[in-house]
C-alpha cells in the first residue's frame, strides 16, 4: 500500500508531508514523494496523520465481561469480593468472546498491539490470530495459598502458553511470563517463576505499587518495597513490563531504569480506583522506560487509548504545574516506540524505511479539528477515537471506515454480553 500526501510523525518525533510507502508489510519508503512503483493499494485524496501504532502496555483484555461490574469498591475489595468470585465462573468460550470484543474495541481507537495478563490465555490467542492485531500474551499467576509454582494450575498454563502460542501468527503472538502482584505472592514463587522467564528469554508482566496500601503491607512483610521485592527475587533479570508505578519511591525508579524495565502508566485506571497518580516526569527523569495502557475494560471502563494518551498529556501537566512537562511527540512516544519496545518488538513503533507497516492513521477533516495550527496538539488535545479511520498491523487493514475487517464483531458482542450476563446472575 501506498499512503500519498498525508501528514506523519516522523522518527524524529516532528511531524513530515508526504508519502509513505508499504512492501510485505514493511515501510520501504517516507519522504516527499515515493518513487513510481506498484505499491498495491494507493490512499489518498483527503488530510490524514499517520501516526505509529498504538500500543497498549497493559490490559486484561477478556474483562470487557467485567465492565461495569463491582463499581465503587476499593482495588483490594474489588477484586476479593466481586472480580474474583465472577472470573471463577468464566469459561474458555467465555474469555474467547470477552476478548475479540476488546480487541475489536482497541482496534477502533488505533492500537496495533497490547500486552495482556489474564487466564485462558489459548482463547486469548485464537482472538488474537483471528484479528490480525499483535499481542504479548501471559498467564497472571497467583499464590493466595502459599504453594509451590510446579504445583500450580497457573505455571501448567503458562508452559502449555508457551509450547502452543509463543511465536505463532506469523510472530505477532508473545508469550510472557507473570506474577500478578507481591501481595498475591511468595518469594520463592516468584523466584521461581524468574527462572522459567530467564530459561526461556522471556518478557515478566507484572502489577507493581498501584496502591499506597499494598506499597505499605509489603515493605511492613518484607521491609522491602514491592520494586526491591522483584528484584530479589531475580524478577529484573528478564523484560519486564510493570503496570502502574504509582507509588514508586526516588530508589525504585532507579532500581527500575537501572534493569531497562517498562512503567506502564495507566492514568484512567488509577483515578478511577482512586490510587493516585504516578510519579510519570520523575521516572522518565530517572531514566525509566514509561508506556502506556488502558488496564482492564472493569478498571477503566474503556480501552480507548487515545482518551490515555490526552490525559497522560493533561494530569502531569497540572500536577507539575508545567504545561511542557510532557509535550505531546514525547506522550505519543510513550503510546508507541516505548510499548513497542517493552514488548520486545525493535522492529515497530516508528514511521521509518525498515520497520514494520503498524499504523494508527487518523482522519483530519473533523469539526473539532477545524481550523489546525498545530497537527500534534490536534492529535493529543483534540482528536477523539472516532477520527481513527484505519488501523493497520503489518502492512493489512485490520480496522477502516468504522469496520474492522477481520472477525464479526456483532457475533462477538452478542457471545461476550451472553456470557456477562448468565454469570452476574449466578452471583449474589
Ligand atoms: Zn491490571
Redesign the pocket.
Known amino acids: 500500500m501506498i499512503f500519498k500526501d498525508v501528514y506523519f510523525l516522523g522518527s524524529d518525533n516532528a511531524v513530515h508531508r508526504g508519502d509513505i510507502a508499504v512492501r510485505d508489510g514493511v515501510i520501504v519508503y517516507t519522504g516527499e514523494r515515493a518513487p513510481v512503483g506498484d505499491y498495491g493499494e494507493v490512499i489518498e485524496g483527503k488530510p490524514r496523520l499517520v501516526l505509529p501504532g498504538f500500543v497498549n502496555a497493559?490490559?486484561?483484555v477478556p474483562m470487557t465481561l467485567l465492565r461495569g461490574y463491582g463499581e465503587g469498591l476499593p482495588l483490594d475489595r474489588w477484586l476479593y469480593e466481586r472480580i474474583f468470585p465472577f472470573e471463577a465462573e468464566m469459561t474458555e468460550e467465555d474469555v474467547y468472546w470477552g476478548s475479540l470484543v476488546g480487541i475489536a474495541e482497541m482496534l477502533t481507537s488505533g492500537v496495533t498491539s497490547f500486552t495482556d495478563?489474564y487466564s485462558f490465555c489459548g482463547s486469548v490467542c485464537r482472538a488474537v490470530e483471528l484479528s490480525g492485531i499483535k499481542a504479548n500474551v501471559s498467564r497472571g499467576l497467583l499464590s493466595l495459598d502459599g504453594g509451590a509454582l510446579r504445583d500450580s494450575q497457573g505455571f501448567y498454563e503458562t508452559e502449555q502458553l508457551f509450547a502452543d502460542w509463543n511465536g505463532a501468527a506469523d510472530g505477532r503472538i508473545i508469550a510472557d511470563a507473570s506474577i500478578h502482584a507481591e501481595y498475591t505472592s511468595h518469594p520463592e514463587f516468584v523466584r521461581e517463576l524468574a527462572g522459567f522467564a530467564r530459561s526461556r528469554d522471556a518478557g515478566i508482566h507484572i502489577?507493581l505499587s498501584?496502591t499506597r496500601k499494598e506499597h505499605n503491607e509489603c515493605v511492613e512483610r518484607h521491609n522491602m518495597t514491592p520494586t526491591q521485592y522483584f528484584e530479589h527475587c531475580g524478577v529484573f533479570e528478564s523484560r519486564v513490563t510493570a503496570?502502574?508505578c504509582v507509588h514508586v519511591t526516588g530508589e525504585d525508579m532507579a532500581l527500575l531504569a537501572r534493569h531497562k524495565a517498562t512503567a506502564a502508566h495507566?492514568p484512567t485506571?488509577n483515578l478511577k480506583l482512586g490510587s493516585g497518580i504516578a510519579p510519570v516526569p520523575a521516572m522518565i527523569k530517572t531514566g525509566v522506560a514509561v508506556a502506556l495502557?488502558t488496564?482492564?475494560a472493569s478498571?477503566n471502563n474503556n480501552l480507548n487509548m487515545l482518551e490515555e494518551i490526552h490525559l497522560a498529556a493533561l494530569i502531569h501537566s497540572g500536577v507539575a504545574e508545567d504545561s511542557a512537562i510532557l509535550p505531546p511527540g514525547e506522550t505519543l512516544q510513550l503510546a508507541a516506540r516505548n510499548g513497542a519496545l517493552s514488548q520486545g518488538r525493535e522492529n515497530t513503533g516508528v514511521i521509518d524505511a525498515g520497520y514494520k507497516a503498524d499504523f494508527a492513521v487518523l482522519s483530519l477533516d473533523s469539526l473539532h479539528l477545524q481550523p489546525l495550527h498545530d497537527i500534534l496538539t490536534g492529535a493529543v488535545y483534540a482528536a477523539q477515537s472516532g477520527d481513527v479511520e484505519m488501523t493497520v498491523v503489518d502492512g493489512k487493514i485490520l480496522y477502516r471506515d468504522n469496520r474492522v475487517q477481520t472477525f464479526d464483531v456483532r457475533e462477538a458482542v452478542e457471545k461476550a454480553t451472553a456470557a456477562a450476563h448468565r454469570i452476574a446472575r449466578l452471583l449474589p
Open positions: 497493559h490490559c486484561h495478563m502489577h498501584e503496570a502502574h495507566c485506571s495502557g488496564d482492564g478498571s
